[in-house]
């Protein structure tokens, strides 16, 4: 399985952009739904697509959690500077490092501090 994400809302059309001139596989939340959607209709969009959410929301960690699933995985930024040159920088550095455990399914959290990841189902 080829790693495939899905950025929410709250990523810059700028960072896909970079991302996807990476040879990364990413749409926005937006190419398939609504900006109206509910956190539920996106993590059901991310299981269709065979998509990771890629998000500054801390609502998906939790909801995918809570869910018992295996899938979709989550990368939850919670980082200070959010400019979309540092978090365009920092998911070029990050992504290929995490990629194993994002097709295994997994919620990793990414803060100034470092990088946590759980292994799903939490």
């Keep these: ?23 990364y596989e990413i749409s926005l939340v937006t190419d398939h739904l609504p900006p109206t959607s509910t956190d539920i209709q996106i993590i059901d969009l991310a299981e269709r697509l065979n998509a990771s959410i890629l998000t ?5 960690s ?3 959690a809570k869910s018992g699933k295996v899938s979709p995985s989550v990368i939850s930024l ?9 978090i365009t920088s920092l ?7 995490i990629q194993k ?3 295994q399914g997994a919620i990793i ?3 100034d501090a470092g990088i946590r990841i759980r292994l799903l189902p939490v």
């Design 109 to 111: 959290s990414v803060d």
């Design 101 to 103: 455990e994002l097709e």
């Design 91 to 97: 998911l070029l550095s990050l992504l290929p490092m």
């Design 78 to 86: 919670r980082v200070s500077n959010v400019s979309p040159h540092r």
């Design 56 to 60: 500054q929301d801390l609502d998906f």
């Design 1 to 23: 399985m080829s790693l495939k994400l899905l950025a929410d809302l709250h990523i810059s059309p700028t960072t896909v952009d970079a991302l996807l001139k990476n040879g």
């Design 62 to 64: 939790a909801l995918v």
